[in-house]
């Protein structure tokens, strides 16, 4: 890594320019603080300004994304960001042991993860069939009136 490329992982960001990276606001950061979405508010002294770190740039990134993609309430939101920090942090642990049994146990665990996310996501995905399959009948019922009224 080169040194500007060392120094700019490390440089920390205010929390406008975090929002302006990540196209939100400074209130959402400050509420994902809060509800525990984003870490960093709790460390923070009294009257101190927030910082913030490029990988704090890609957690309000993937929050926005998994929100806008998913249309997830927080709580499943914040599931499903808390399974993905365990998942990272299997990933570390598996890379750091070769221990056959150890490896075992942490892709057994990382399968659970995975699985865990994948209800959230199938949930989400039954809501949008059912939308769309109600949406297809009233479709179909306009459709058959305008015939009628023709």
Request: hydrophobic fraction near 35%; aromatic fraction near 2%.
């Amino acid at each position: 890594m080169s040194a500007t490329a060392a120094t700019d992982q490390e440089r920390t960001l205010r929390i406008g320019e975090l929002a302006e990276l990540t196209g939100t606001t400074p209130r959402t950061i400050r509420y994902y603080e809060e509800i525990g979405l984003l870490g960093g508010g709790a460390d923070r002294v009294q009257g101190k300004h927030r910082c913030y770190t490029q990988a704090d740039v890609e957690r309000v990134s993937e929050i926005i994304r998994l929100r806008d993609l998913l249309g997830l309430s927080l709580d499943q939101l914040s599931k499903l960001l808390e399974v993905e920090s365990a998942r990272a942090d299997l990933r570390r642990e598996y890379a750091q042991t070769e221990a056959p049994a150890e490896r075992k146990r942490i892709l057994e665990q990382l399968l659970e993860h995975i699985t865990t996310q994948l209800e959230l996501v199938h949930d989400r995905q039954r809501e949008l069939d059912d939308l769309a399959v109600e949406l297809e009948q009233k479709r179909k019922l306009v459709k058959q009136r305008i015939r009628e009224n023709s």
